[in-house]
């Protein structure tokens, strides 16, 4: 039987039982002004994107819009942990579908960053990004972000774990920076075929971190 993530019951299980119970469900009009909000957030920029904008592009007033979210800052934050919940449930299954051991999964990981960039990817890191227009730690979009990648950090440490390497937190943090350096590299297009590379090096760091018996 392969491997599945659903066998950790560290950080990252948290985070996912987190994540599944963090949003109110939406009202029709709530989801029709989420999928255009976070088209027009992740294309265009959180800030060059006002209310006016968002309600005429969704067919609805911004008496809806507020009366679904209250604000645009919680629509942002919204929009963010969608992303987020999107992107763990995507990483989550492509690791467990070409998988078969926690160790595997670690490299696999960077096989689903390339495919998730692939396909929905093509302004760069929806985080990145929103980072750099929300730098007040209060605002919730700001806290998403931390949310975010403070999850794939969990996630990649309870891999290590599980694959019994040493040093596994300092490891998994090491494979985060490949991760997030593949994920600007990519953007800028200044490292040709960024996640292989930063996959092959985190090959070399799991072989090494490999306990010897």
Not at 69 to 93: I, M, N, P, Q
Not at 109 to 129: H, I, K, T
Not at 153 to 174: H, I, K, Q, R, W
Request: overall charge neutral.
């Amino acid at each position: 039987m392969l491997w599945s993530p659903c066998q950790l019951t560290g950080r990252y299980s948290h985070g996912m039982a987190s994540m599944r119970s963090a949003d109110e469900p939406l009202t029709p009009a709530g989801r029709l002004l989420l999928e255009v909000a976070s088209n027009l957030f992740y294309r265009r920029g959180i800030h060059a994107v006002g209310v006016d904008m968002l309600a005429s592009a969704a067919g609805v007033t911004k008496k809806t819009l507020y009366a679904c979210f209250g604000s645009k800052d919680a629509l942002v934050a919204r929009y963010l942990r969608e992303r987020d919940r999107r992107w763990r449930e995507f990483l989550t299954a492509r690791v467990a579908e070409h998988a078969d051991s926690p160790k595997e999964a670690l490299l696999a990981s960077f096989d689903a960053l390339q495919e998730w960039m692939d396909r929905a990817d093509p302004r760069g890191c929806a985080f990145v990004n929103a980072l750099a227009e929300l730098p007040s730690a209060d605002h919730p979009g700001h806290l998403a972000v931390l949310e975010h990648k403070r999850w794939l950090l969990d996630f990649l440490t309870d891999l290590a774990v599980a694959a019994d390497l040493a040093e596994p937190e300092d490891l998994a943090g090491l494979i985060l920076l490949l991760h997030e350096g593949a994920l600007v590299s990519h953007a800028t297009g200044s490292v040709p075929d960024a996640p292989r590379r930063a996959r092959s090096v985190a090959a070399s760091l799991v072989a090494s971190a490999t306990r010897r018996g």
